[in-house]
């Protein structure tokens, strides 16, 4: 693992309220990438930062969005949680974009 | 439109037994492709990235191959282990404006019995 956590692990929240999932490297990457896994999908790309305050939205961003003020943490804002939304979140950081993307534990998250 | 196809979709094999596991892709331009193993309940950890000009490149017992040509890489997995049991994605990524987008595949599934 290259020092690359998320938080919380598990979280069970409800239709319409909001919830934030965090991410948090220590390798000094520049770049990082919130992804979503589904049964029957590969891993969809929601957002990712290529930079402090520089950030693109990803395959599936409708419903999210992210920050990063500093280099080591990149949030993910469910702004209103909806059932769709229940998912395995991955965070992912790498120092330019053609290298090896390095993968959090992931955070299982249930909307009820 | 681009996509990365995996199969088979899951396998079972004998532990100490060899297998290969195959990917097609239609992405375009081209960068480079990766092989990552994720284990259940965790996060996916690179095996190996090969770029246009790589046709092969190991990773102790994993072995990924690239032909370009026909847009096909394979992964081999040799003396299998017990530990071996995981998912195994295939990800393609491309050229676009300057940046270079990742196209997952939905992974093979494999499972190594006693």
């Known amino acids: 693992d290259a020092g690359i956590t998320q938080s919380p692990r598990h979280k069970v929240t409800e239709t319409g309220t909001p919830v934030t999932l965090r991410c948090h490297q220590t390798e000094n990457h520049r770049y990082m990438y919130w992804y979503r896994q589904d049964p029957g999908h590969g891993l969809r790309l929601i957002h990712y930062s290529y930079g402090v305050k520089d950030t693109d939205k990803g395959e599936v961003s409708d419903g999210y969005s992210v920050s990063r003020s500093k280099t080591e943490d990149f949030l993910l804002t469910l702004e209103s949680a909806t059932s769709s939304q229940t998912s395995v979140y991955f965070c992912a950081s790498g120092g330019r974009d053609t290298d090896t993307q390095y993968f959090g534990p992931g955070t299982r998250l249930t909307v009820l | 439109k681009n996509q990365v196809e995996q199969s088979p979709q899951s396998l079972i094999i004998l532990e100490g037994k060899n297998c290969t596991l195959q990917?097609?892709?239609?992405?375009?331009?081209?960068?480079?492709l990766r092989w990552y193993k994720q284990d259940t309940g965790r996060g996916p950890v690179s095996l190996t990235i090969m770029t246009f000009s790589e046709n092969t490149k190991s990773n102790g017992r994993y072995t990924a191959t690239l032909d370009a040509d026909t847009k096909q890489s394979s992964l081999h997995i040799t003396a299998s282990q017990l530990s071996d049991s995981a998912s195994y994605i295939c990800?393609?990524?491309?050229?676009?404006?300057?940046?270079?987008?990742?196209?997952f595949g939905k992974g093979t599934r494999l499972s190594v019995i006693a």
């Open positions: 990800v393609v990524s491309f050229l676009y404006s300057g940046n270079t987008p990742l196209v």
């Open positions: 990917c097609n892709y239609t992405v375009s331009p081209f960068s480079n």
